[in-house]
């Protein structure tokens, strides 16, 4: 008797093992991230977006994200304006409990993390203040900062050199980085320049979209 519970529990777990195999891999669905479509950006009656962007740069080395007074610093410095609301009070200020500043009641640690929330505010406040800061050197109300080198008129096509000299220094002001004109590093702000200026024709509100692209980097931000 127990000679034949032991076979028949032989039997039961060959069985079990005979059946146990590994599940089919199962296949993505829609397009691969490996194999990216192209993307029409071109604006009806405002030119055509032409060619296709640079690669996209490394991975980052670990750094520490800027705390909020020293964001609002090199904020200030890097664009020569505060970011403020209609009553000119600080927006870095009214904001800072919202990124991350420590009130010492509910919380004694900054929060450094780069968050939806701290990016979603910091592209508000580059996209406030580049325009600004485009449109009032555009009229002549503020000195050239972000058009130094450059007329507002002048495209890549018609004054490449000086371009690529107001490049350099735009890079050298905001993210500290002293970049060759010749060196593959320039080349995706160049392009973001050049993209911009052919789908809208304004070279004022290419320079307007470098300036959001320099403040929105983590070059800009973070150490």
Not at 44 to 63: D, K, S, V, Y
Not at 79 to 107: C, H, M, N
Request: contains cysteine; proline residues 7%.
């Amino acid at each position: 008797m127990m000679r034949h519970l032991l076979m028949v529990g032989s039997l039961a777990l060959f069985g079990l093992a005979g059946c146990t195999s590994e599940p089919e891999p199962v296949a993505p669905v829609g397009p691969s991230m490996n194999d990216p479509q192209a993307v029409d950006l071109a604006k009806e009656g405002e030119g055509e977006l032409t060619g296709a962007p640079p690669a996209a740069e490394g991975e980052f080395a670990l750094r520490r994200r800027m705390d909020i007074d020293q964001l609002e610093a090199s904020f200030t410095v890097a664009t020569g304006l505060v970011w403020e609301d209609s009553a000119g009070r600080s927006q870095f200020g009214e904001l800072s409990s919202t990124l991350g500043k420590p009130d010492y009641i509910d919380s004694t640690q900054e929060d450094l993390t780069v968050s939806l929330l701290f990016q979603k505010f910091l592209g508000d406040a580059a996209r406030d203040v580049c325009e600004r800061r485009s449109e009032g050197e555009a009229n002549g109300s503020l000195e050239p900062l972000l058009m130094s080198h450059v007329e507002p008129t002048m495209t890549t096509e018609s004054h490449p050199a000086e371009v690529d000299a107001n490049l350099r220094e735009l890079l050298l002001r905001f993210h500290g980085q002293d970049i060759d004109p010749a060196s593959e590093r320039m080349n995706p702000w160049r392009w973001l320049f050049t993209s911009t200026e052919h789908v809208t024709n304004d070279p004022v509100v290419a320079w307007r979209a470098v300036c959001i692209g320099l403040i929105t980097h983590p070059d800009f931000y973070s150490y």
